[in-house]
């Protein structure tokens, strides 16, 4: 079945660590998102690429990276300068060309806690 | 730079009683318009999308939107809610100058028995 797959569910990490929420898509979609979600505060944009080899910051890039070698790979590291980064992280993909995109596909989400 | 407001946080509603659901986007510029719907602890899902066409857009689970250009609103209906449509309800706007999918804040449908 095609697909979104985001892993793992649940992470634990403890304060000054680095650590890399994976999402994997083989919908052949060009598009994928990071999108971070807070109670009462929506999908905040993080990361997004159109392309392979090519990612633009969202709205609250600062304490995070990306990288997009493959088209259907685009893991998150969420590094020790993110000040808060307990919450809940979802992973989407969409299809389309340039900029012109339909429908996202959404990964199950992680669930990132700071222990 | 677009944004997109959902105007109610929280909408309480007796079950098979109507319902709507309201967005707001900042462009007038072309864009493309969605609603998503999120179950505790999952992704989201897909309910309904306007690309270009016929105004009133049908979904899935028996909701409707209605695209309104000249107002920039495509607020979320459905005639009547069941328990089961509890759940939080994003509006979305794909941006076409920057590729960028925006989310408006969410509201949350709960539906009393």
């Known amino acids: 079945d095609g697909g979104i797959t985001q892993s793992p569910k649940y992470l634990f990490r403890k304060e000054g660590q680095n650590v890399t929420l994976s999402c994997e898509q083989n919908?052949?979609?060009?598009?994928m998102y990071w999108y971070r979600q807070d109670p009462g505060q929506g999908l905040r944009l993080i990361y997004y690429?159109?392309?392979?080899?090519?990612?633009q910051k969202g709205d609250i890039a600062e304490g995070y990276s990306v990288s997009r070698e493959k088209k259907e790979s685009f893991p998150l590291t969420v590094t020790s300068a993110q000040k808060n980064p307990t919450a809940f992280y979802l992973c989407?993909?969409?299809?389309?060309?340039?900029?012109?995109?339909?429908?996202?596909?959404f990964g199950q989400g992680t669930r990132l806690t700071v222990v | 730079a677009q944004s997109v407001t959902q105007l109610d946080s929280q909408v309480p509603v007796f079950e098979e009683a109507p319902v709507e659901l309201r967005c707001n986007y900042s462009?007038?510029?072309?864009?493309?318009l969605f609603w998503y719907v999120q179950y505790p602890n999952q992704g989201l899902q897909l309910l309904l999308k306007?690309?270009?066409?016929?105004?009133l857009v049908k979904g899935i689970n028996g909701f409707e939107a209605e695209f309104n250009k000249s107002q920039t609103s495509f607020h979320l209906r459905k005639p009547s809610v069941h328990i089961s449509d509890t759940a939080e309800y994003f509006c979305?706007?794909?941006?076409?100058?920057?590729?960028?999918?925006?989310f408006g804040q969410g509201t949350t449908l709960q539906v009393k028995p």
């Open positions: 690429s159109q392309i392979v080899n090519d990612f």
């Open positions: 919908l052949n979609h060009d598009a």
């Open positions: 306007y690309l270009s066409g016929s105004t």
């Open positions: 462009s007038s510029v072309s864009v493309y």
């Open positions: 989407a993909s969409s299809m389309g060309q340039g900029f012109y995109h339909t429908e996202a596909f």
């Open positions: 979305a706007v794909s941006d076409i100058n920057t590729g960028k999918l925006i």
